[in-house]
């Protein structure tokens, strides 16, 4: 395969997955805004995260079933202080999400940037670059 080839397939890649991610991060969005926030579930407490590769948990319990809501600092501060913040459930996905939580912007936005880099690597102008360098060294 050749190295053009492999940046070209890695950059589709990346597009489609930005596109899926996007799409998910939508669809929470039109989740918060058709359904009201739901008030009946039982609050069971939180677990902190142990070291920084971790997310805080927060145990939820919502028609007899128990869930683990995996969020970040932020939320957790809320609850500390008293303060809940709204929660949606995704019937179709038996999920349970705070609100702007079901998939942040940022992953998606985060996978079109590393798109846009391979994109940009994979370009004639730089393999040609890459190509002479190589050459240099191997000269030497």
Same mark, same amino acid.
């Given at each position: 395969?050749? $190295?053009?080839?492999?940046?070209?397939?890695?950059s589709c890649?990346?597009? @489609?997955? +930005?596109? @899926?991610?996007?799409?998910?991060?939508?669809?929470?969005? &039109? !989740? *918060?805004?058709?359904? %009201?926030?739901?008030?009946?579930?039982?609050?069971?407490?939180? *677990? *902190?995260?142990?070291?920084?590769?971790? +997310?805080?948990?927060?145990?939820?319990?919502?028609? +007899? %079933?128990?869930? %683990?809501? &995996?969020?970040?600092?932020?939320?957790?501060?809320? $609850?500390? +202080?008293? $303060?809940? /913040? %709204?929660?949606?459930? @995704? #019937?179709?996905?038996?999920?349970?999400?705070? *609100?702007?939580?079901?998939? /942040?912007?940022?992953?998606?936005? @985060?996978?079109? !940037? =590393?798109? =846009?880099?391979? #994109?940009?690597?994979?370009? /004639?102008?730089? $393999?040609?670059?890459?190509?002479? &360098?190589?050459?240099? !060294?191997?000269?030497?």
């Amino acid at each position: 395969m050749k $190295i053009r080839t492999l940046f070209k397939t890695i950059s589709c890649t990346g597009l @489609a997955l +930005s596109l @899926a991610l996007y799409l998910l991060y939508l669809y929470g969005n &039109h !989740i *918060e805004k058709t359904q %009201k926030p739901i008030v009946d579930y039982q609050y069971n407490g939180y *677990e *902190e995260k142990l070291n920084y590769k971790r +997310s805080n948990t927060i145990l939820i319990t919502y028609k +007899s %079933k128990q869930y %683990k809501l &995996h969020t970040g600092d932020r939320n957790l501060n809320k $609850i500390k +202080s008293g $303060i809940f /913040p %709204k929660l949606y459930y @995704a #019937s179709e996905t038996d999920y349970l999400f705070f *609100e702007g939580d079901y998939l /942040p912007v940022g992953y998606a936005q @985060a996978a079109l !940037i =590393f798109t =846009f880099i391979f #994109s940009g690597i994979g370009t /004639p102008d730089f $393999i040609t670059f890459l190509r002479h &360098h190589i050459a240099q !060294i191997e000269n030497q």
